[in-house]
């Protein structure tokens, strides 16, 4: 949950700053609002999906770098003797950052989402409160009290004195409903809960409903509708409250921005060709993002990054990458978590190591054989006390269900870091 909101949320960045730079003012009302709400999915969708880099690469005639799976690491932990003083281990700290941040990250989206589901309860008691009269296929509803013309869905509200007076007004928001603008703010709307953090999804938020009012406005002036008369009305209707905020209002309040664009000439079609230059920019952040999953922890802790582990010898089968293997290999019928529970109960704390007081961190390398048995185990990067102990175990592990590509048996590389640690006085 938390890399695809950290993933998305890069994504929505870079798209919503590239709109807000190039095509906030273009005349293509329409097609920037599809193309908001689409690239908003795109967005959020794109880090859910797995890219297979190598094929492409294979088809292209390229080698793409083998990785490795990097499992999260094993901590060895020597327990103190009864009586002695205990102490946390430094991987578990008394404080839970993640469950602090996670209760920040819950408490903002409920507050965000309560604020939207209040602006529709109030909508939907005024609209049970006022029945409304058919008009073409939607419903008008006059309230007795004045109030600011809005729609939602296929529900028009207006006062009584502006369905008598301006029929431009009903025309106007009769033009919400059919372009079923509401269904926009409410999938908008949600996107501001999952994102409240991100300033840029509330702006993008305030540009939709601009984009709205754009789209209807030269929908109502194709209909006849005098545009100099249709402006005055507009600025006589400009002040107004905002209680009903997910619907659209007919009193918007960036008003100078509606007459600018009714008066603006249309921008050239072939600006529209600016959105694919989002294309390389999202393949930019998607691979620089996948490149920081395949690092269970950086360089400059003293384990290699995973893309600096691979070595293949001449001898042995080429090692598949692992996101490529079809099926993946299982530890006794189970995942890389059994296997790391299977191990630290095989680790014993070597003697010696606990006498000189020599703790760290061993990384062992082992491949998994077409036919379950487990090879190439090596140590990466260790302690010459500790080695032989971490290589002890990964060596008594019974033979694994090997992984598949293409339905064959094939090679799969992991590496497992061990972190031996001793309790301090």
């Known amino acids: 949950m938390t890399v695809w909101i950290l993933k998305s949320t890069l994504l929505l960045t870079a798209f919503y700053a590239f709109f807000m730079l190039f095509m906030r003012k273009t005349t293509f009302f329409r097609f920037n609002r599809i193309v908001l709400l689409a690239g908003t999915a ?63 990250y819950v408490t903002g989206f409920a507050a965000a989402l309560t604020f939207s589901a209040s602006s529709l309860l109030r909508i939907l008691r005024l609209i049970r409160k006022n029945p409304g009269t058919a008009y073409r296929e939607c419903k008008v509803h006059t309230p007795a009290s004045a109030t600011h013309s809005f729609s939602f869905m296929n529900h028009i509200v207006m006062s009584r004195s502006d369905y008598g007076n301006h029929p431009e007004i009903l025309l106007h928001e009769y033009m919400h409903t059919r372009l079923r603008h509401s269904m926009d703010v409410l999938f908008m709307s949600l996107v501001c809960a999952l994102y409240w953090f991100n300033p840029l999804v509330w702006i ?41 905020l997910i619907a659209n209002s007919f009193n918007h309040c960036k008003l100078k921005n509606r007459i600018t664009m009714m008066q603006k000439l249309k921008t050239s079609k072939w600006a529209r060709l600016a959105y694919i230059a989002c294309l390389p920019l999202f393949a930019l952040i998607l691979s620089s993002s996948s490149a920081v999953d395949l690092q269970s922890t950086p360089s400059d802790t003293g384990v290699p990054a995973a893309n600096e582990l691979i070595t293949t010898p001449a001898d042995q089968q080429e090692v598949i990458r692992y996101v490529d293997v079809d099926i993946k290999p299982k530890f006794n019928g189970g995942n890389l978590k059994d296997f790391t529970e299977w191990c630290l109960g095989q680790l014993k704390y070597p003697e010696e190591a606990k006498k000189a007081e020599i703790s760290g961190r061993v990384t062992v390398q082992f491949t998994v054989e077409p036919d379950g048995s487990l090879s190439d185990i090596h140590v990466l990067r260790g302690i010459d006390e500790l080695n032989d102990e971490a290589l002890r175990v990964i060596s008594l592990s019974p033979a694994w269900t090997p992984g598949y590509k293409n339905g064959k048996s094939v090679p799969v590389t992991i590496n497992l870091p061990i972190y031996f640690q001793l309790p301090e006085e």
Request: proline share 5%.
């Open 204 to 244: 993008m938020l305030s540009e939709l409903r601009m984009l709205h009012e754009y789209e209807t406005d030269e929908a109502v002036l194709k209909h006849g509708i005098d545009a100099t008369q249709y402006q005055l009305l507009l600025v006589r209707k400009a002040v107004g409250d905002r209680r009903f």
């Open 42 to 104: 795109a967005c959020m969708l794109l880090p859910l999906i797995k890219f297979n880099i190598g094929n492409v690469a294979a088809m292209l005639g390229l080698h793409a770098p083998d990785v490795v799976l990097q499992l999260p690491q094993i901590v060895l932990a020597e327990v103190p003797a009864a009586g002695s003083p205990s102490r946390e281990v430094e991987t578990g700290g008394s404080f839970n950052w993640g469950l602090l941040l996670t209760a920040i």
